[in-house]
């Protein structure tokens, strides 16, 4: 029998809800040994591409960074643009560069920092954040800089020390739902249940439309002791289709072991929809964890009442996009 763990590709259902920084893991082949001569081929082709060579748009920006070295934007701007133009490798190279001569500019380091958390180095994130707090004094007033700072220890799993840039953020900005959502993803997954519900109904109060803290929120409602099922359900359905809602749930409860209840709710969303990828593939999940057998509730088709009452149900959709 698979363990929860190793089987969580199944529950991509809710891991595509938008919850804060959750992430997929994907395993990759071992990268080809590098020789001398692919190791100088491959510094000849970044050279080339830093450049600008069949790039007008880098090349002019190397010609303003070349008239104006002792500025930072225009190295800002070739970091950036070689971001956008899907060469990270350049794109860090330039931020280092940036921070190493102005290192004291707020700019470079939370560009340096959002880098190297792409890169997979969040603690070394972390650690630019902390230079630029020891520099800059006056950035630990900064709720963009304690953000960053909270995500990248969260990131680097220090939550300790990710709960309390999110505090200070909160203090300094109490009316940016996305800090109390944060704050509150990292209460959750130091499994601080009753400290996480009151921060993300908070960041739910400010921003109602907020995806992420109604998904956050009906995730940590699921684990609070004694809730009704129905509690956490509602919140989900605030911000997507019933299928998705009971699915998204079912997976929460999945990682419980609360199999009945998760069940229960699969067969739900598969009577709204019996082809819905998510909770067949959690269904598949819960199948092998509590050795029931695989099947497909046969229920009737959801009619056109019930059809339109959950289109009623559904009328105030969110926008998709929250802030980070």
Known sequence: MKTIASMAVALWGLLGAGCARQTAVVSTPPAPKATAVSTVMRRQVLNAADAGEGDTLAAQWRRQLASDPLSVEPRLALAAHYRKTGRPELELEHLRVAVERFPSSREARLALAASLRGAGEPADAAAALQELLALQPAAADDPAVLNQLGIAYDEAGDWRRGEQAFRRAVALAPKLDYLHNNLGYNLFQQQRVPEAVPALQQAVKLNPRSETARNNLGMAVARWPGAAVGDALKHFE?????????SNLAAALIEQQRYGESRRLLEAALDYNR????????????????????????????????????????????PKGDTP
């Not at 605030?238 to 009971?246: E, K, S």
């Not at 088709?301 to 339109?308: E, T, W």
């Open 238 to 246: 605030n911000v997507t289709d019933a299928a998705t809602a009971n």
């Open 275 to 318: 082809s819905h990828a998510a909770a067949l593939a959690n269904l598949r999940l819960l199948s092998e964890l509590d050795g029931k057998p695989l099947t497909v509730p046969l229920r009737p088709r959801v009619g056109p009442v019930r059809r339109s009452l959950a289109v009623l149900k559904k009328i105030f959709v969110p």
